[in-house]
């Protein structure tokens, strides 16, 4: 699922180098966090939001081919 997201990022910015992945959590739950570059915000939540949710989406049906529940959170860079 990690890789999913990663490669899903990584094709929608302008800086594939600076997106940065991470997995957390264990058993049937996963938490998984997107960090991209500050001029790449936009192009990975989308007008309302929309590009976000359908990452998360396909991030919901990968998760539960696998048996397990993901959620994705797109974190502000520093």
Do not use: F, W
């Amino acid at each position: 699922m990690k890789e999913l997201i990663e490669y899903i990022a990584k094709s929608l910015v302008d800086h594939p180098d600076e997106v940065q992945v991470t997995q957390s959590g264990g058993g049937s739950r996963v938490r998984i966090e997107l960090s991209v570059s500050k001029d790449d915000m936009g192009r990975v939540i989308g007008k309302g939001g929309k590009v976000a949710n359908s990452i998360r989406a396909l991030l919901r049906v990968a998760a539960e081919r696998e048996g397990k529940q993901a959620t994705l959170d797109v974190v502000e860079p520093e």
